[in-house]
């Protein structure tokens, strides 16, 4: 069950950030190999590919190791906060110690956009994304940057 991917994933979108989601580890990369995303949210509580093995993977292809990791976890082992700064990520937020600005400021810092949403952090409490509308005409529309989110 994704309790967090999707409220995360709305409030990415609802900031002006597109976004892909998937399941677990596996696909992630598959999706990844099919379209070069400018970060990653990351778990390491994934089914079928965990996050760490990810990671390996991931550092595998030198294309990507510029690539931004944001690793979203509920694990606090010191070690294992060692053992992926290793792996070359970009931040380590405790799924129980961060909020959703944090969440914003932190991808903003790695994939900036011209004047985001700041966006409530009671989307978090919410499981389904908002429709938005598309239709509006922006005569300097930007093209939203991509964040792939596999955090679980």
Request: aromatic share 6%; net charge negative; no cysteine.
């Amino acid at each position: 069950m994704a309790v967090f991917r999707e409220p995360i994933a709305a409030s990415l979108h609802l900031a002006g950030y597109d976004t892909l989601m998937t399941s677990n580890g596996r696909q992630a990369m598959e999706a990844i190999l099919k379209k070069w995303p400018d970060l990653i949210l990351l778990d390491l509580s994934m089914p079928i590919m965990d996050g760490h093995a990810f990671l390996v993977e991931l550092k595998r292809i030198p294309e990507f190791s510029d690539l931004p990791i944001i690793l979203l976890s509920a694990n606090s082992d010191r070690d294992m906060m060692i053992k992926v700064a290793k792996l070359g990520i970009s931040e380590y937020l405790l799924k129980s110690q961060f909020s959703t600005q944090e969440l914003l400021t932190r991808v903003q810092k790695y994939v900036p956009i011209e004047e985001p949403l700041t966006v409530d952090d009671e989307l978090l409490d919410e499981t389904e994304p908002e429709e938005t509308d598309d239709t509006a005409d922006d005569s300097e529309e930007q093209e939203p940057a991509t964040a792939l989110d596999s955090s679980e």
